[in-house]
């Protein structure tokens, strides 16, 4: 009886995940990048790729060591696959190859390139200072201690680890040669012709200490924010002719069709850069840190644990400041006084009223805590499966996207945040003290508010960045737990089909 219930919901919700992504997707046309949320909900979501890297955004983090890379000089005679998948060139890598030095060792699965067209030639995805570049390289790597292989990975929020290589258009590149010299065999969509291994390594910059780091997604859909980017700081060359060779030769079309479509100007244009900042592994450089500007990694997890078990009053008056994004530190010297004038008569009454927790109060507090089960990874495909479900049942399913950004915002923020990856969002704080004593939480909501409002910069930026759901009775969404995946197959993921 067990087995026959269980049949009909796994058809149920391969269907609906058919559903979210049978859609066929361009860069540009009728099926372009604004398009994309519509049948890819994280497209509009949060910590989407790629983004400006901008010098306002550094952080110099001296924890961050060298990427090391792992059996990348491969010998002639181990084959690879070089094929068109209708979106990019794309070289398939031995599972050998990996990157060390991460929290978890990063297989490699594949690489592939974005690149412009003979008449712009900027097509990097990633920009920095707002310079594109001619191209960009992605090798693309997942988490093989947790999961056996890329499809498992892939929308699971500790899942993917990308090096990108921001390329210009220079000197002659011998290594690029290797493969780019067989692109006439893979000139339509799903052509595919095997080439000698080589080495690897000699598509990456000479230093590979150098690099910024942040958490993102990928640029294509169905766009989870699962990758752990690393962009090298130094660009690599290819030749005019060998730029031509992508921009012109290829088609994203296939061979049969009456009429072929250029495959160039394959990039996603910049997402906004939420409460991320990005953390560079060096220090030299017009506009970097010499420090973190944040509070280190260690004083983060106190704020949490203040905002889970802590007197929120004494938050709202003596550390509010610590809470808000880079920069406005200097808000606390001018403002505590104000800020303790305005508390509520309401709010010393609750501190009246409870002077110390109780063992029961404390005991809930700590199971707050165990909620947070920041361990676990988020299952994208699990949170936007159980999301459709939600809007269907109550006839709103073009609020899907945002439902699905305020569903994994919370966490996002709260993780990249203890990372120092990230500031703190206000709908994060507001997610973290779900359960506290109401007055208190918003008193400290208030402060808060008012604080950023104060800063017109800032506050546009956090309009831009965090979901605008109605909190009422400091009640914000709700946030599923993490399910564990269920193994459901990824039938839309073909071989040659992801990008990122």
């Not at 050998?96 to 990063?106: A, F, N, Q």
């Not at 994203?252 to 990005?278: F, I």
């Not at 500031?423 to 008193?443: C, H, N, Q, S, W």
Request: hydrophobic share 35%.
């Amino acid at each position: 009886m067990l087995f026959l219930n269980f049949i009909p919901i796994l058809v149920i919700q391969l269907t609906v995940f058919n559903v979210l992504h049978g859609a066929k997707w361009t860069y540009t046309g009728p099926e372009g990048q604004s398009q994309w949320p519509k049948h890819y909900p994280y497209c509009g979501g949060a910590y989407q790729s790629p983004i400006d890297i901008k010098s306002d955004l550094l952080r110099f983090d001296p924890t961050l060591r060298p990427i090391e890379v792992r059996d990348y000089n491969l010998l002639p005679n181990e084959q690879l696959t070089l094929g068109n998948n209708g979106h990019s060139v794309q070289i398939s890598l031995p599972s050998k190859m990996h990157i060390s030095g991460l929290p978890h060792r990063y297989t490699a699965a594949q690489l592939h390139f974005h690149w412009g067209s003979p008449s712009r030639p900027g097509g990097s995805e990633h920009l920095v200072n707002s310079k594109q570049y001619a191209a960009e390289l992605h090798i693309v790597h997942f988490n093989s201690d947790k999961y056996p292989n890329m499809s498992m990975a892939v929308d699971k929020s500790d899942g993917l680890a990308v090096l990108g290589v921001l390329i210009e258009v220079g000197e002659f590149n011998p290594a690029f040669e290797k493969f780019l010299k067989f692109v006439n065999g893979i000139k339509y969509r799903d052509q595919r012709v095997k080439v000698p291994g080589f080495n690897m390594r000699a598509l990456l910059p000479a230093r590979l200490d150098e690099y910024y780091r942040y958490d993102g997604s990928l640029t294509t859909p169905p766009c989870y924010p699962s990758v752990l980017w690393t962009l090298f700081r130094n660009h690599v060359t290819i030749s005019r002719k060998q730029f031509l060779s992508l921009a012109t030769a290829l088609y994203s079309s296939h061979a049969q069709d009456s009429a072929p479509v250029p495959l160039n100007g394959n990039y996603r244009k910049p997402q906004l850069a939420d409460t991320r900042v990005v953390l560079v592994s060096f220090k030299e450089g017009r506009g970097l840190h010499g420090t973190l500007a944040v509070p280190t990694a260690l004083k983060r997890k106190k704020i949490i644990q203040q905002l889970l078990v802590g007197d929120l009053a004494d938050l709202a008056d003596e550390g509010l400041y610590q809470l808000l994004p880079s920069g406005l530190e200097k808000l606390h010297a001018g403002k505590k006084k104000d800020l303790k004038n305005q508390k509520s008569g309401t709010l010393a009454k609750s501190k009246q009223q409870t002077p110390h927790q109780s063992p029961l109060k404390k005991s809930q507090t700590n199971r707050a805590v165990g909620k947070l089960r920041l361990g676990d990874p988020l299952c994208y495909v699990c949170i936007e499966q159980r999301v459709f479900h939600q809007v269907k049942q109550s006839h709103h399913e073009k609020q899907l996207v945002q439902t699905v950004r305020d569903a994994v915002f919370p966490e996002l923020n709260l993780r990249s945040y203890l990372n120092c990856k990230s500031d703190l969002a206000l709908p994060t704080i507001r997610y973290i003290l779900r359960g506290r004593p109401t007055d208190e939480a918003f008193e400290l909501d208030r402060s808060l508010t008012k604080a950023l409002k104060n800063q017109k910069k800032t506050s546009t930026s956090i309009k831009q960045s965090v979901p605008k759901k109605n909190y009422g009775n400091f009640s914000p969404a709700t946030v599923p737990r993490k399910p564990q995946s269920h193994g459901y197959p990824h039938p839309w993921l073909l071989p040659m089909e992801w990008e990122d």
